[in-house]
């Protein structure tokens, strides 16, 4: 597959399994991700094996934080390995690509943490690049379903919404 079509292909794949997952109905094809009536969460994943780093749309640090108001937003860093390579996978792989997905790893990080980071302006940007050495505070650890939450601690909203799986 070719690299932009397996980008989308597993955002969507992501989206739909961690909604299914946090136990979210939730058929919006745009917006932030994923919507309960208290928290919102954008994910952003990586592929381990190319880079650690996450590239956040800039628009939608302010985008998001306006057309939600009330809710508890976050941003969710994803990290996993898939069992195949990406030139190997198949449109027919594309109806179940969460199954090739292994070793998840993710991040819950406050909404607001990107604000004052600096934005890039590549052709296809503008961008904040986000790397894990700088995330923020420290985190409560849960191993859930094979995948490792990284939760920021005494945040109880998000607790609860990741407690419901």
Not at 22 to 30: A, I, K, L, S
Not at 57 to 63: E, I, V, W
Not at 102 to 119: G, L, S, Y
Request: with cysteine; proline share 4%; charged share 30%.
């Amino acid at each position: 597959m070719e690299s932009e079509a397996y980008r989308s292909a597993i955002d969507r794949a992501f989206k739909k399994y961690f909604r299914g997952f946090f136990g979210v109905e939730d058929n919006r094809t745009h917006g932030i991700d994923i919507l309960d009536p208290v928290v919102g969460i954008e994910i952003k994943s990586r592929l381990r094996k190319y880079n650690t780093n996450w590239r956040v749309h800039h628009y939608q640090f302010n985008d998001y934080k306006e057309e939600y108001p009330g809710w508890k937003l976050f941003w969710m860093f994803v990290l996993y390995d898939l069992t195949k390579e990406v030139k190997e996978v198949s449109d027919q792989d594309e109806k179940n690509l969460i199954k090739l997905v292994r070793n998840v790893e993710a991040w819950f990080i406050n909404w607001d943490w990107i604000k004052n980071k600096p934005v890039n302006y590549p052709k296809s940007g503008p961008f904040v690049y986000i790397g894990r050495k700088h995330f923020p505070g420290k985190f409560k650890t849960l191993a859930i379903k094979e995948h490792i939450l990284y939760l920021p601690e005494k945040c109880k909203a998000l607790e609860e919404l990741v407690n419901h799986h």
